[in-house]
């Protein structure tokens, strides 16, 4: 490997504290809330196919009309108790909130621009609300903070003339001093969530973003920051140039999620994901697949089956409520994680043969395994492949823990657990295997000679 000044600075995951707290959430809300949700993907009369976070890039949008929206901006529904109480229920164990998505309108009393809430009809700081509403449900607050800014004079996408540099530095000061702001008003945040930092312009700043995140972590220990914040001096993301990861954890799972163990490189990472296909701010009018309730169970117990975080979006309206398929889907949630939340708290990926039937965790300081059928096969026998010196011994029902299911040895380390469910299967559910670490086997399992 090369010698690297804004490189990786850690090898492997980080094993303090708040990075095992991170490491064991499991489910995660994402808010993206901002003036986008006014328009919500129209404007005058026209359908806007984009992310409706993004409308002001659509040629159809005027920018002087979108740049004045906030003027308009009064969600007098808006109620953080009301959301915080609901993502509770859900079973969210952390929150990322946007404090400044990329058109630059922040959702807190900004001291360093006039393009912040506290200019709107509504005022009164957004971010505070919603940081000491859900610190109140013991849920923990992530800032999402965009280095895109498409309303900061200084701003730009690349840097061609000496001019652009010169406006440059202005912005890079302005990023610093919005960031300091935010975690020096609001302390309790635990870490930072990037986006918006793919411009050529940002990516040549290796030494000021390196140097940025120092400063950061150094005013509330611990912060964890992602890997999509900074790139180093070749202007590597993610991935420095010997390909180590740079940041607390990988940020590259928006809108997937990893197939295989070995796709995550041995990193923590979050998957963040949407309900339609591509909408993070509010549309009114979501066209295409929205996902149910089993869909997004299922993405939360294949991230956790693979070592990672699932954080799912809603985007609230303009007027400040949570929409109705979101609400629905986050009551749907809650329910099964009411009865199920032990398979996904905690827990991580174990390291036997993924089967059809959906998908293994085990909980870290218990080692108790868990398989969450989602494909019941209609031979009702599920199949387990265990490692050498493994014997499962006893399988029941997380639901009905006096439940005995019949383990059947099939074949050396092979079994299938004999299960038949009484009712028709709606949801995914769980049934708990408990083995023993056996002695080598009888080898009365003879390998064919091919
Ligand atoms: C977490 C998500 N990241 C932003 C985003 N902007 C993009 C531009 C191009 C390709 C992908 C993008 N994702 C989305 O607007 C949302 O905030």
């Known amino acids: 490997s090369i010698t690297l000044k804004h490189g990786a600075h850690r090898l492997g995951k980080r094993t303090d504290k708040q990075m095992q707290t991170w490491r064991n959430y499991g489910l995660g809300q994402f808010i993206h809330w901002g003036v986008y949700a006014i328009p919500g993907g129209h404007w005058e009369g026209k359908y806007y196919p984009g992310a409706a976070e993004w409308i002001r890039s659509w040629k159809e949008m005027p920018k002087e009309a979108y740049d004045n929206l906030y003027k308009q901006f009064n ?59 859900y610190d109140a449900e013991g849920i923990d607050v992530y800032l999402y903070f965009s280095i895109i800014d498409w309303n900061h004079p200084g701003y730009r996408s690349s840097l061609k003339t000496e001019a652009d540099r010169k406006e440059y530095e202005d912005f890079k000061t302005f990023t610093r001093n919005q960031l300091v702001e935010l975690l020096e008003r609001y302390p309790s945040t635990k870490g930072l969530w990037f986006d918006g930092s793919w411009d050529k312009a940002w990516i040549e700043q290796a030494e000021f973003a390196d140097e940025l995140g120092r400063e950061l972590r150094e005013m509330i220990p611990g912060l964890i920051i992602g890997s999509r914040f900074r790139a180093d001096e070749n202007g590597n993301r993610h991935f420095d140039t010997n390909g180590d990861m740079m940041g607390d ?45 089993n869909e997004l169970i299922e993405m939360l117990v294949k991230s956790v089956s693979l070592d990672g975080n699932f954080v799912l979006n809603f985007g609230p309206d303009g007027e400040g409520n949570i929409r109705p398929e979101e609400t629905k889907l986050a009551a749907e949630i809650g329910a099964w994680m009411d009865v199920n939340k032990e398979v996904v708290y905690g827990c991580g990926y174990l390291d036997w043969k993924k089967q059809d039937w959906g998908y293994y965790t085990v909980n870290r300081e218990t080692g108790k395994k868990y398989m969450v059928v989602f494909n019941m096969p209609v031979s009702g026998a599920l199949r387990v492949k265990v490692p050498d010196n493994t014997r499962p011994d006893k399988a029941y029902l997380l639901e009905q823990p006096e439940s005995d299911i019949t383990i059947e040895e099939i074949h050396r380390n092979e079994y299938f657990v004999h299960y038949k469910p009484m009712t028709p299967v709606k949801k995914p559910f769980v049934i708990v295997i408990e083995t023993t670490e056996s002695d080598a086997d009888e080898g009365h399992y003879q390998k064919a000679k091919t």
Request: aromatic share 14%.
């Open 75 to 133: 969600p007098e529904k808006f109620n953080a108790r009301g959301w915080a109480k609901q993502a509770k229920e859900m079973g969210a164990k952390y929150v990322i909130i946007t404090t400044k998505h990329h058109d630059g309108f922040c959702l807190w009393p900004s001291k360093y621009t006039d393009y912040t809430i506290a200019k709107s009809p509504y005022k009164k700081d957004i971010i505070g609300q919603l940081v000491d509403a």
């Open 249 to 293: 954890y990988e940020q590259g799972w928006e809108r997937k999620i990893p197939e295989t163990i070995e796709d995550i490189h041995g990193n923590d990472w979050d998957c963040v994901m949407t309900i339609p296909e591509n909408q993070w701010g509010y549309h009114s009018d979501w066209k295409g697949h929205v996902k149910t309730s």
